[in-house]
Each structure stands twice: as C-alpha cells, then as structure tokens.
C-alpha cells in the first residue's frame, strides 16, 4: 500500500498514481507528515512524498521528518511536471474573488499571477491544494484556489487563468520512502545522506573536501536548523552514484567518522 499526501486529486495524488501505475492500493493523508509516519508505524509499505521543487526549492518537512522524527530510506525518486491553474466556483468571476485559497508551494510558484491580476485579494494557505478546491466548490463564489486541472473536474470548477504559474519547466520532486534501503543497483543512482558537523571554523570545509577528493560529484547541498540550539545546522547532501560503489562507501565512512551525527538516508535510481 502508497500513502501519500491527499485528498483526492492533489499533485502527491497524480505523482502517486503515475508512480504505482495501477499496481498499489493508494491511502490518502492529510499531511506529508503523516503519510511519512504511516510508513514507520507499519499503517502503509510505503508513501510518496513531495522533498524538492525547481521553483520554491526543498519541502522542509520531508527534510526534517526523515533526519529527525523516523529511520526510513529513499529508495526511489519521481519528478513531476507542475501545472498551476487558478479555479473559481462555476458563474462566478474574477472580479468576484476577495480570497485565493492554496497549498504555501501553490501560492509561492503562482506569485507573479497573484500580483499582478488579484492584488486586491487576500491569501490564505490551505493544508493541500485539494482542500482549497473543496473550499472553493462550497463558498459563495468569492474563494479561489490554485491546483491541478484534475481539481477542476472533481469539484466542478471552472480554471479561471491556466498555467498561472511563475515558470513553464515547474516541476516537483517525489521520493519514494520505505523502512529498508534499497540493494538495486541501476547504474543511474543517487545515494542522500545528512549530517551535523562540530560548530568551528573549517568544519563544512573539510567534510566537502573529502567529496573532492575522492572526485564525488555533488547534486546538492542544503542546510536545516537542527532545532535544538541556535546556529547549529543539519547538512543534506546528494552524491551522483550509489553507496554500493567503494569509493563512495569510503568517502562516506570517512566522512561519518568526523560528524556529530551522520544519517545514511538511501541509495537509489532517479
């Protein structure tokens, strides 16, 4: 069974069916962090969760949920292409709306739209961008919502402006996670891992440095606050390559040796 995050016909919904293809009982959740925690207790196999989008960068709960709250592993990846669409509640009108209703990453990738066209109303974030719509299909016709277009049909809205997003090549990152790693080895693999490094001068340096030296290529690097004490950071590094190749066994060893605290979160295909 996939979890994922719901209701029915969210973006982690399309993601959840284009990855499973038909071939896994889907559960909804009402938060990433639920259906993340759905796979720890046991309730799903697995739940695909939104982790990066090309727009408004990394989603920080998926972050934090897998280096502090659980011990699963990414064991694969699905990129999705993003198209935002701003819905109205049938006959109702632009001029009408004094509410635009969404997920934050909704709102965030939809910002040049909202300026431009409904500076004069309000926005408020919803917990998923199928939530709004709902809202929308119930209201007076003064609530909008940015989603998918799937959402139109399955509230019986009318989309106001298509495409209303900010950039044409949107596109979100899922990630497949589960309670035991992945042992496949494609030949096109990216192993994630994240850190905490000793808080003194050269720390981050020498621990990039031995990527470098073993000649690792980095995909990216992100930071986190470790919540605990101001100023302390967790580091989320992908490395092009999968854990089962010596090399970047070693280098992660080596690595692992000079942290505070190391977490291996997953070699897999993308």
């Given at each position: ?83 935002q669409?701003?819905m ?44 709004a ?24 809205l ?94 992660l ?18």
């Amino acid at each position: 069974m996939l979890g994922y995050l719901g209701p029915h016909g969210t973006f982690s919904h399309q993601a959840a069916l284009e990855w499973s293809n038909g071939k896994e009982e889907l559960k909804e959740f009402s938060t990433i962090y639920s259906a993340i925690c759905a796979v720890e207790d046991g309730t799903v196999d697995r739940a695909i969760v939104p982790i990066e989008n090309s727009i408004e960068g990394s989603v920080n709960t998926t972050l934090d949920a897998l280096a502090f709250d659980v011990n699963l592993y990414i064991v694969g990846e699905h990129v999705l292409h993003i198209s935002q669409n701003l819905m109205i509640k049938k006959g109702a009108s632009l001029e009408d709306i004094k509410l635009v209703l969404s997920h934050p990453q909704a709102i965030g990738q939809s910002s040049r739209m909202l300026s431009n066209q409904l500076s004069h109303a309000k926005v408020e974030f919803s917990d998923s961008t199928a939530s709004a719509a709902k809202a929308v299909s119930y209201g007076d016709g003064t609530t909008a919502c940015i989603g998918s277009p799937n959402l139109a049909d399955i509230y019986n809205l009318e989309i106001a402006i298509p495409d209303c997003g900010d950039a044409e090549n949107n596109s979100t990152r899922f990630v497949i996670v589960e309670k035991n790693p992945s042992r496949e080895v494609s030949g096109h693999d990216k192993t994630s891992i994240a850190f905490t490094l000793e808080n003194k001068p050269g720390s981050l340096y020498k621990a990039l440095e031995l990527f470098a030296a073993s000649k690792l290529n980095m995909i990216k690097i992100e930071s986190r606050p470790v919540k605990t004490e101001l100023g302390t950071y967790m580091f989320f590094i992908d490395i092009d390559g999968n854990i089962d190749d010596a090399t970047i066994y070693f280098a992660l060893d080596k690595l692992r040796q000079n942290t505070e605290f190391y977490k291996f979160l997953g070699s897999y295909h993308y």
